[in-house]
């Protein structure tokens, strides 16, 4: 588990940083942070429980390894009925960096509303807390 931890440490840093860049109107760098914060934390539990993760941006692929390095198909279904916000994510990942897309304060609000809403669901299913 130890070795790991620096992918915690990731996720709580990107965390940060996407309020950070938030206060500062940086938004497409706020998202990508939001998503990285994500990304990096079910890495983390998922490397936590079986030893290595994915070498994925993909949430579709991701989810569905935590949800079976977890034996827990609560997890799959959260992402069912959420995949418009997962797919929101992978969005912030590739067109942040890549393409003009330009993000809106009010799609940062509601993308940290639905990353607290799964990481607290998270706590739920996986015994851990994020922060």
Avoid at 21 to 50: C, T
Wanted: charged share 35%; aromatic share 20%; net charge negative.
């Amino acid at each position: 588990m130890e070795n790991f931890k620096f992918l915690k440490e990731r996720a709580k840093e990107f965390w940060e940083r996407g309020f950070e860049d938030f206060e500062k109107k940086r938004l497409n760098l706020s998202a990508f942070d939001f998503e990285q914060a994500i990304q990096m934390w079910v890495k983390y539990l998922i490397g936590k429980k079986i030893g290595d993760w994915p070498k994925t941006h993909y949430f579709h692929i991701l989810i569905k390894e935590l949800a079976n390095s977890y034996d827990n198909e609560d997890i799959i279904k959260f992402y069912n009925e959420n995949e418009i916000f997962f797919s929101d994510l992978e969005d912030a990942y590739f067109t942040s960096r890549y393409f003009p897309k330009n993000f809106s304060e009010n799609h940062i609000k509601e993308i940290v509303e639905n990353c607290k809403k799964f990481l607290k669901f998270l706590e739920e299913k996986v015994g851990e807390k994020f922060i």
